[in-house]
Every structure is written in C-alpha cells, then in structure tokens.
Nanobody, 120 residues
Framework: QVQVAESGGGLVQPGGSLRLSCAAS????????MGWHLQAPGKQRELVAR???????TYADSVKGRFTISRDNAKNTVFLQMNGLKPEDAAIYFC??????????????WGQGTQVTVSS
C-alpha cells in the first residue's frame, strides 16, 4: 500500500509565510510528477504548482513569484514554500503524487489535505 501525507498548514497573517511538506510512502516502484492543488470553499480544486522528477516546475499565475515548489527525490517528498500569503490563498491544499506501487499501474495518489488560513 502506498500513501501521500501532507503537513505544515495553519493560520498565518497576510504577508506571512508557510512551508508545506508532503511525503509519499509505502511500496513505491516509481514516482514521476508531484504537486499541489488547492480547493477553496464552494470552488473546484485547482493546480497551484507541480514539479517533475527532473525538477521542471509549473505554477498557477496567481502564485508566481510568491510560491516555490521543490522536491527531494531520495525521500519521495515535495515542498511548497508560500511567501507573501494573501487572504485569497486560504484553502485546503492537497498534495498529489503520480506513482506506481509495486506490481500496480501508474496512477495519481492524493493526500488528505491540509488547511491554510490567511487572516489577521
């Protein structure tokens, strides 16, 4: 069994910073892309940032210049450094990993989500 688990959410004031972490664990055969989506109340889940195994990154326009995604392939971990947070960044942040468990096909695995609240 494989799983993805996030950590690092919380309450921060506007302009503040948070660092989210996400680790994939279990009997993993291979991992390709990892990334983050967010879901605000009443809205659809949307991409925040993603990173390939080779380190190529993609960001939503709304977070460019403020958020940085990185990963540690040796630890199957992806990070999201969020600076200059705005109230509109508040949402549940979900990590995902495109990977294959031993003996299984490649598919996307999602974490349970971590709440980010931006408020004074």
């Amino acid at each position: 069994q494989v799983q993805v688990a996030e950590s690092g959410g919380g309450l921060v004031q506007p302009g503040g910073s948070l660092r989210l972490s996400c680790a994939a664990s279990g009997r993993i055969s291979s991992i390709s892309d990892m990334g983050w989506h967010l879901q605000a109340p009443g809205k659809q889940r949307e991409l925040v940032a993603r990173i390939t195994r080779g380190g190529i990154t993609t960001y939503a326009d709304s977070v460019k210049g403020r958020f940085t995604i990185s990963r540690d392939n040796a630890k199957n971990t992806v990070f999201l450094q969020m600076n200059g947070l705005k109230p509109e960044d508040a949402a549940i942040y979900f990590c995902y990993s495109i990977m294959a468990a031993h003996g299984e096909s490649v598919r996307i695995y999602w974490g349970q989500g971590t709440q980010v609240t931006v408020s004074s």
